[in-house]
């Protein structure tokens, strides 16, 4: 063989095992974001371009099942299992689906454990705020507030071997449903073959294998950061106050104290790291309404929970593992 022939296949045997590399070898991340759940979904997949095709696929069906959960979950979807179950009032054993139980004994643990911070039938006192009581005179929310209270109440979900039984109250999954659609879709990912993926709903992530870089976001300057996790195969959820307001001075927002039936006001900003988005969504929104102090014990209490609270005048408490998580090259002074 010649030189010159030799050098052809030389060059060409480069080329072939450089496309191939290309093919096999080289990482790509396939980032997409759609709306569902009354926010932005946003799907992140670690692959080749080898697999890019079954990629689209895979996202496309996490997606999917997203949107299957906020229609069968939404509170306003008259064919969704909870709106046939708060217009009955009762689901019997039939009707009532292994996701459905999943999700209203998760409620019920979490209200347990948060005292009654975390409650599933707050909506009609949302609804209040959000409909303006707080234009009214002290006194007559008071007495509005006090009235609606008495009527609702997680105790009042009965669910046992003859199915769901709901004495007088409505059942909202807003604060726990976005952790577990992202739960549901990683394991869609990562049953498509799809392991490094991030699943991230309005805030409430979840990710697979690899490790993930988690900015948490300033909530005074959403250009600026607080600090940064590095999480692989975990969750985290963040519940804020600064995004969903009623009012123009910016006090009522959307997680209730069920205790007082007022807006939380002890925290601006509640992350919770767990192993899984339902429980990491749930324990937000449950420490956002218990502040700083007692939702730090109830964190420290439970095992492979870790928080960052951020309350009203700025203070950040720390979990006692949470370091296991946080990137301190990236603190700023926040
Ligand atoms: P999150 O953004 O996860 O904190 O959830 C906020 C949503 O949870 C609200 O939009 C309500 O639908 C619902 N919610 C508000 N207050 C509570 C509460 N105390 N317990 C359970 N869910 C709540
Ligand atoms: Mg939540």
Redo the contacts with the bound molecule.
Sequence with gaps: MSHKNKSIIFIILIVFISVLSVMFVVPIKTVETRNYMDTFVTISVDSTLFNKKNVDKAIDKAFSEIERIENVLSFYNEDGIIYALNTNGYLTKEKVTPELEYLIKKSVYYSDVSGG????T??PI?NLWKEGLWTEDSERQNRVIKDELSRIGYKKILIDDNGIFLDGVKI?L???A?GYAADRALKILKDEGFDKALVNIGG?MVAGDGVWKIVLSDPDDLDNYITSFNISNKAV?T?GNYE?YFDPSKKIH?????RTGYP?SECISVTIIADKGIDA?AL???V??LGPEEGLNLVNSLDNVDALIIDDDRNIYRSNNLSKFEDLQFHSNA
């Design positions: 911070a975390f409650d599933v707050i909506h949302l909202d807003g604060g726990i976005k409430d959820a519940s969903r959307h997680i209730i104290d069920p939380a969504d937000a929104t449950s956002f309404v």
